[in-house]
Nanobody, 120 residues
């Protein structure tokens, strides 16, 4: 069994910063891509940022230049540094990990979500 545990959400004023963390634990052979998604009330879940095991990254246009995704492969942890936050960044942020089981299969796991609220 694999668990993704997120931390670091909270309430911040516009222009402020937050850092999200997501640690994967359990029976892990290897982790391919890891990423952060978010879902605002009444909207669909959207990709915020993703990072491969080799460190290649991609970002939603709305966060480019403000957010930075990184990972520590030794700790099976992914981070999202969020700077210059805007009220429209308010959402529940979910961690995602694509795990390989060593036998030819890949599995998608999600964290429980952490609330980020940006006040104007």
């Amino acid at each position: 069994q694999v668990q993704l545990v997120e931390s670091g959400g909270g309430l911040v004023q516009a222009g402020g910063s937050l850092r999200l963390s997501c640690a994967a634990s359990g029976s892990i052979f290897s982790i391919n891509a890891m990423g952060w998604y978010r879902q605002a009330p009444g909207k669909q879940r959207e990709l915020v940022a993703a990072i491969t095991s080799g460190g290649s990254t991609n970002y939603a246009d709305s966060v480019k230049g403000r957010f930075t995704i990184s990972r520590d492969n030794a700790k099976n942890t992914v981070y999202l540094q969020m700077n210059s936050l805007k009220p429209e960044d308010t959402a529940v942020y979910y961690c995602n990990a694509d795990l390989y089981d060593g036998e030819g299969y890949e599995y998608d796991y999600w964290g429980q979500g952490t609330q980020v609220t940006v006040s104007s």
